[in-house]
């Protein structure tokens, strides 16, 4: 199991910025891929973005492409997720995922590959 506590979320006009950051505790962090989903309010989660363990490689979903960027500092046990260019469709909860799987090298966009999940941080972006 992997603890993950998501911070930096809050409210932000159309067009600002926020970087998530996710913190990492209970098992051998580096060693696997990790994600942002996003629920908003009266949907299902979405994926948002994914970096390998290694952080060669990442990938997002199209409506955040160009906008979010997804990295880790396995030497704290961190990952981040800069937002720029917010729109309003971006208000939801924001949750950070570990990969289920030690070593993957694939990068997976739906929410069963992930077993250990933070409780997530509320982005706002007013209009």
């Known amino acids: 199991q992997v603890q993950l506590v998501e911070s930096g979320g809050g409210l932000v006009q159309a067009g600002g910025s926020l970087r998530l950051s996710c913190a990492g505790s209970?098992?051998?962090?580096?060693?696997?891929?990790m994600a942002w989903f996003r629920q908003p309010p009266g949907k299902e989660r979405e994926f948002v973005a994914a970096?390998?363990?290694?952080?060669?490689?990442?990938r997002s979903a199209d409506s955040v492409k160009g906008r979010f960027t997804i990295s880790r500092d396995n030497a704290k046990n961190t990952v981040y997720l800069q937002m720029n260019s917010l729109k309003p469709e971006d208000t939801a909860v924001y949750y950070c995922?570990?990969?289920?799987?030690?070593?993957?090298?694939?990068?997976?966009?739906?929410?069963?590959?992930?077993?250990?999940w933070g409780q997530g941080t509320q982005v706002t972006v007013s209009s």
């Open positions: 209970g098992r051998t962090f580096s060693s696997y891929a």
């Open positions: 995922a570990s990969d289920r799987q030690r070593g993957y090298n694939l990068l997976r966009m739906t929410a069963v590959a992930y077993d250990s």
């Open positions: 970096i390998t363990w290694s952080g060669a490689s990442t």
